[in-house]
Every structure is written in structure tokens, then in C-alpha cells.
């Protein structure tokens, strides 16, 4: 199967930093990539999503970057506020199946 | 426009008996999609359901089933249930294209005694 992993199982931040997860992924057919959070008791929530003809992509807060010849995906966080706290995953998308990571846990220091 | 809705949120069981999840995707969208998350794993691939027929399966046993209803609500069913059943069943909906940003539930907190 697909290997999709995480260099760090829980990042711990100061409130008003900025916050970088990253991801490994195995395959280099994968053609989509997501990122979802995940917060305590709920269901997965998309953040990001970015294609693989694609390096960078920025959002509200967020910006993925894409390593194709590495096979590395992270996520960057601006000013991690409190609400930031929780599980994120990284999925990528193969043959229209998804691969997803084991997650990083999410500090965020008041 | 509602969420993907999953049903039961929280289920306690015994081993040897069988449990059957249901799953209503969102309006318009034909796939459904389930997964399994345990502590300390990511998530797991089950199956994936498209217009009625399942499009993709991951390696678990037969004992795990689904299908899909002509309003693309889809149910999972567990028989046989093991201890290691234990687990978040998470369900997601998508288009099913090419572009398939998928939306999950809530998910099925099921517990196996």
C-alpha cells in the first residue's frame, strides 16, 4: 500500500507563531494532495488541497508547498491561534484512492 | 447545505455480534467512502461506493461489507464483531471525479467488549 508519514507525531507552538507540519509521501504518481484537521471528538475538515502540477498554494492562514522531487508536502500555519489546536493529516490521492498519515498533534501555547 | 450524516455517533457492542452504520452523503454528491481510525493510526481505507457499486476496496477482511442505495446513502457492516474492532468509522462523501475533495462526517464511535 501506499506509504504517507509524518516527520513529527506532536508540534508544540507559541500563540502568534507561525506553525510548520510536514509530510512524507511515498508514491510519485500521486497526482492530489489534502490537508484536513481534525479536532477532538469530530470528523476530518479540509484546510488545503494542492495538485501535483502545482509547487505552492496559499489559503487563509495557509500555505502548502509541494516537493515532488523529494516527495514532501507540508503545511504552514501564520499566527497560530488557539482554535489551530488539533490533528492534522495529510492524504495524497492515488489511482482515486487516498492515502492518509497517522496525523500531527497540534499544540498551541497561549 | 447539510453535512455528510452519520449514524449511530456512538455504539457499544459484544464480540460475535454484528453492527450495521449508515452514511447519507451530501446532495448531489456520488461516492461514499469509509474509514476506519484507530488510536495512534491514521486513517484507514475501507471501501469506496459509486453510483451503487463499490469502485475501490482496501485490504480489510470479508467480515467488513457495504453497499450503496440508489440515493447514494451507504451503510457498513461489521459481523463478527473482534475486540479489535474498536475504532471511529468515518465516512466521506465526494463529486467521485477526478477532483474529489472529499467531506467527512461526524463519524461512528463504535466500542467492542
Known amino acids: 500500500g501506499e506509504s504517507v508519514g509524518l516527520h513529527l507525531p506532536t508540534l508544540s507552538v507559541q500563540e502568534g507563531d507561525n506553525s510548520i507540519i510536514n509530510c512524507a509521501y511515498s508514491n510519485s504518481a500521486s497526482d492530489y494532495f489534502i490537508w484536513y484537521k481534525q479536532e477532538s471528538g469530530k470528523g476530518p475538515q479540509f484546510i488545503i488541497d494542492i495538485r501535483s502540477n502545482m509547487d505552492k498554494r496559499q489559503g487563509q492562514r495557509v500555505t502548502v508547498l509541494l516537493n515532488k522531487t523529494v516527495k514532501h508536502l507540508s503545511l504552514q500555519i501564520a499566527a497560530t491561534q488557539p482554535g489551530d489546536s488539533a490533528v492534522y493529516f495529510c492524504a495524497e490521492k492515488n489511482f482515486n484512492k487516498f492515502y492518509f498519515g497517522s496525523g500531527t498533534k497540534l499544540n498551541v501555547k497561549p | 447545505k447539510a453535512g455528510v450524516t452519520q449514524t449511530p455517533r456512538y455504539l457499544i457492542k459484544t464480540r460475535g455480534q454484528q453492527v450495521t452504520l449508515s452514511c447519507s452523503p451530501i446532495?448531489?454528491?456520488?461516492?461514499v467512502s469509509w474509514y476506519q481510525q484507530t488510536p495512534g493510526q491514521g486513517l484507514q481505507f475501507l471501501f469506496e461506493y459509486f453510483s451503487e457499486t463499490q469502485r475501490n476496496k482496501g485490504n480489510f477482511p470479508g467480515r467488513f461489507s457495504g453497499r450503496q442505495f440508489s440515493n447514494s446513502r451507504s451503510e457498513m457492516n461489521v459481523s463478527t464483531l473482534e475486540l479489535g474492532d474498536s475504532a471511529l468509522y468515518l465516512c466521506a462523501s465526494s463529486l467521485g471525479t477526478n477532483s474529489g475533495e472529499l467531506f467527512f462526517g461526524e463519524g461512528s464511535r463504535l466500542t467492542v467488549l
Open positions: 446532495s448531489g454528491h456520488r461516492s
